[in-house]
């Protein structure tokens, strides 16, 4: 079945990096974009970066612009997601999910979720 598991989350300071790891089974990782997103506690879900199904194309939300990168290795079947200069507002559980078409800012636009991993930036 068709499975997305992340992992990489933790608690570090401010201005500290991370990397997320998004593991895909199930199904051919080459064919499908995949997005990342973020809930932070008693805030709505947020699309934060996606990667579409060649590589080519990577979209970003304006506050991590610059500071997040998403890449791909579709051989190891993994999405990656490099935060650098981590700040507080940061902090959020960390899903990735994939497209059911292309990339978009709307959750509604994946069918597949993983469980999360949680990143805390705090000082």
């Known amino acids: 079945q068709v499975q997305l598991v992340e992992s990489g989350g933790g608690l570090l300071q401010p201005g500290g990096s991370l990397r997320l790891s998004c593991v895909a089974s199930?199904?051919?990782?080459?064919?499908?974009?995949i997005g990342w997103f973020r809930q932070a506690p008693g805030k709505e879900r947020e699309g934060v970066a996606c990667i579409n199904k060649y590589g080519g194309s990577t979209y970003y939300a304006d506050s991590v612009k610059g500071r997040f990168t998403i890449s791909r290795d579709n051989a190891k079947n993994t999405v990656y997601l490099q935060m650098n200069s981590l700040k507080p507002e940061d902090t959020a559980v960390y899903y990735c999910?994939?497209?059911?078409?292309?990339?978009?800012?709307?959750?509604?636009?994946?069918?597949?979720w993983g469980q999360g991993t949680p990143v805390t930036v705090s000082s």
């Open positions: 999910a994939r497209a059911n078409y292309a990339c978009s800012a709307y959750g509604s636009r994946y069918d597949y």
């Open positions: 199930g199904f051919t990782l080459d064919y499908y974009a």
